[in-house]
T-cell receptor
Framework: QKEVEQDPGPLSVPEGAIVSLNCTYSNSAFQYFMWYRQYSRKGPELLMYTYSSGNKEDGRFTAQVDKSSKYISLFIRDSQPSDSATYLCAMSAVTGANNLFFGTGTRLTVIP | DVKVTQSSRYLVKRTGEKVFLECVQDMDHENMFWYRQDPGLGLRLIYFSYDVKMKEKGDIPEGYSVSREKKERFSLILESASTNQTSMYLC?????????????FGDGTRLSIL
């Protein structure tokens, strides 16, 4: 079993839709959770960073962590064509160290 | 803002060549990392370094080596390039683990080995 599971998609939604992206994990020691956005032919860009359980909101983006279910989500409200990218979840027990585990990414397309 | 710069966006080399990929960060980060990214496999850690002249193997170090002579620069070396090393290579940096800060990535080098 992989440490982190993420549906690769692809996911296509109309502009303005609410998008839900999800990852599940198996290691209960994970306590730092990240979402990266990766545009085509670019490197991953840090989008959201949360510690432990709960919600974090930043503009149209909300990151949610449910440690009891080992499940994290990224919600995008009022999705825009510029949100079209691959979204990677990542998590670790300790930040900055070599034990960062990534999902394989979900490819999202927002159709105008 | 953190800036991680990889010297080449695209690189084409031949089998058997020695290949150098360079990465520079401008935020005085202690930790630096090299990953490769392949479709369906996600990011896999090749090597990382937590200080100058220090290096640690990641999950897939075979066929690679690294060099960190200065804090801001971390080089990945393909000793004798092979076609199975065709991939997207990503460099990242971060503050030390106790800082609770995440990794920041460069834009990657897409390497093709012919």
């Amino acid at each position: 079993q992989k440490e982190v599971e993420q549906d690769p998609g692809p996911l296509s939604v109309p502009e303005g839709a609410i998008v839900s992206l999800n990852c599940t994990y198996s290691n209960s020691a994970f306590q730092y959770f990240m979402w990266y956005r990766q545009y085509s032919r670019k490197g991953p860009e840090l989008l959201m960073y949360t510690y432990s359980s709960g919600n974090k909101e930043d503009g149209r983006f909300t990151a949610q962590v449910d440690k009891s279910s080992k499940y994290i989500s990224l919600f995008i409200r009022d999705s825009q064509p510029s949100d079209s990218a691959t979204y990677l979840c990542a998590m670790s027990a300790v930040t900055g160290a070599n034990n960062l585990f990534f999902g394989t990414g979900t490819r999202l397309t927002v159709i105008p | 803002d953190v800036k991680v710069t990889q010297s080449s966006r695209y690189l084409v080399k031949r089998t058997g060549e020695k290949v150098f990929l360079e990465c520079v960060q401008d935020m005085d980060h202690e930790n630096m990392f090299w990953y490769r990214q392949d479709p369906g496999l996600g990011l896999r850690l090749i090597y990382f370094s937590y200080d100058v002249k220090m290096k640690e193997k990641g999950d897939i170090p075979e066929g690679y080596s690294v060099s960190r002579e200065k804090k801001e620069r971390f080089s990945l070396i393909l000793e004798s390039a092979s076609t199975n090393q065709t991939s997207m290579y990503l460099c990242a940096s971060s503050l030390p683990s106790h800082s609770n800060q995440p990794q920041h990535f460069g834009d990657g080098t897409r390497l093709s080995i012919l």
